[in-house]
């Protein structure tokens, strides 16, 4: 590997790490202090992802992998953007955003248009695996959800109002799902 392609890889890990740094916004937002980071949401879709992914064996593991693995990260550059700017600015706007910010953290890299591909089917969920990961990402919010609610936060109920579409295509996430709004349901009442 010459020293170019070492510099961009180095450059990448840097500019990644910060996603350990980023708090999630949406729980911010909502009043709670020491929340987790966005790398730690991607760590937890990643986990499900390599769990519930033996469950699908017709699934591409690698590519279920790598989409979990890559679907934030255009959030090293443009921050964790809430759903209220998501509701301002537009879904293309926010899909623009960060189709700009991948193409920038990914200039140089020798995979760079495969891994734009993988967040573009993600983003667009035009894939089984990419579907997979979008139901993964609103589970580990969830389950998230529910942690902080047994901690004690008393403002998220709007995590919890989209209980439909999220989860049918996969019956087993679908379960979990259903576990975790009953939790949340009993915790609440």
Known sequence: MDDCAVATLAELQIRLQTLKLLPRTGWLQRGLGDVESVAEHSFGVAILALIIGDQHPELDRERLLATALIHDMAE??????????????????????????????????????????????????????????????????????????????????????????????????????DRLYAEHDRHAG
């Open 76 to 177: 090293a550059l443009i921050g964790d953007l809430p759903a209220s700017a998501r509701r301002l600015f537009g879904a293309t706007a926010k899909q623009e955003a960060e189709r700009k910010a991948l193409l920038e953290l990914l200039n140089g890299l020798p995979q760079a248009a495969r891994y734009l591909t993988l967040w573009e089917e993600y983003s667009q969920g035009t894939t089984p695996e990419a579907r997979l990961v979008k139901a993964l990402d609103r589970l580990e919010m969830l389950g998230q959800a529910l942690v902080y609610e047994r901690a004690g936060a008393r403002t998220l109920a709007e995590f919890w109002e989209d209980r439909n579409g999220w989860f049918d295509e996969f019956p087993l996430v679908r379960a979990l799902a």
